[in-house]
């Protein structure tokens, strides 16, 4: 068998980066908007016209924004193919969902009401299993409960957690302009010992949502402004040069919690290589869902029971092409598999589950 050199090339070090600067201004002027509209609406105060429509333009726009410019960064800076489509899935996603159907042009295109909710998520968005037919929106009702409850727990089996980094909107947030802060996610057994606080916030949502039926309407005004409002954005996205961009996916989403329940039984993997592992750690320094990778590397297990949200990031940064999101018939095929890189081979393979191989 011929040798071939193992390691991944070292981009040189930049001296100094003005991306995360840029993006640690976009999330954290969205953060600051949100609670001047927020706080403003609590007290009452009557804002002047122009400056509440440039508020609430400014929540949309410097959303999508941020969106599509730091996902063009995030395209350049990975250069590679599993990140190149995850980008544009983000992209095209926010642009139809954020902009076009539920965002700023919903009224001036007369989106019907279906279709403004077809990205939400049950218990991520409480208002989708909700008793809509009171309101004559059964379709709606239907809709959003069945993929809450039977289509995205399904695909979540058979290809992971992809919702969380090609689709939704706080994870999108996250792989775009939360990009700069990836390796800043707490990591360690007394992070880990807080992963499941996100079963707890479930539990609460399935409650509000079981007093909504009941027409008891205050959970869910403390809900909104606690659960749905100041940890998801407020510590959610402001924390993202500190804490890294998943802080609030990782320990306190609950529609994580519920589809990562339904995908660690699932098919989906990554698959490691214990032969070129060399444990350097890198692949838990990128994973910002706090997974130790590195200890199924250096065993040769694959990460089957974990909650990944399947961002790519971890096999991207192996020096040692360790990982990978399909298995490896034999070591054989791992070695020959080096003379590529990783993510330039054919699309289907980068999305590929185990019995598509
Ligand atoms: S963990 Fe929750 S908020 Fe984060 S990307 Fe997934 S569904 Fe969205
Ligand atoms: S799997 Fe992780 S620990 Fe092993 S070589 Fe790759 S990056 Fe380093
Ligand atoms: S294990 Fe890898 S692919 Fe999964 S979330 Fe962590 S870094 Fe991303």
Known sequence: MQHQCLARPTPPPRRFDVVPWLSGFA????????????????????????????????SWWGYWGSVIVFGLVVMRRWNNTYF??????????QTIFGILLIGPLKQELEVPVLWQRLHLTWPLHLSVITPYWKDKLVATFVYGTAMSLFAWP????????????????????????????????PKGPSAQALDSVG??????????TAAAWLAVSWPWTIYDIGVAWFLSTVIGIGAYPILGGRVWCRFMCPLRAM???????????IYTDDHRCIECGTCNRYCEMGIDIRMRARQGIPLQDTECVACGACIAVCPRYALSFYPFPSPEKAVEAMNHRRFRRPFKRQLATPREI
């Not at 190149?84 to 996603?93: D, G, N």
């Not at 079963?199 to 509000?208: C, E, F, H, N, W």
């Open 27 to 58: 999330v954290v002027s969205l953060v600051g908007v949100s609670v001047i509209r927020k706080v403003a609406a609590w007290a009452g105060w009557d804002l002047p016209r122009a400056a509440s429509i440039f508020l609430g333009d400014y």
């Open 84 to 93: 190149r489509w995850r980008t544009v899935s983000i992209i095209v996603s």
């Open 154 to 185: 399904v695909i979540s089996m058979l290809i992971g957690m992809r919702y969380c980094s090609w689709f939704c909107f706080c994870g999108n947030l996250a792989e775009s302009a939360g990009d700069s802060w990836r390796t800043k996610g």
């Open 199 to 208: 079963y707890g916030i479930l539990g609460l949502a399935a409650l509000v």
């Open 259 to 269: 589809l990562g329940w339904f995908s660690k039984r699932g098919r989906f993997a």
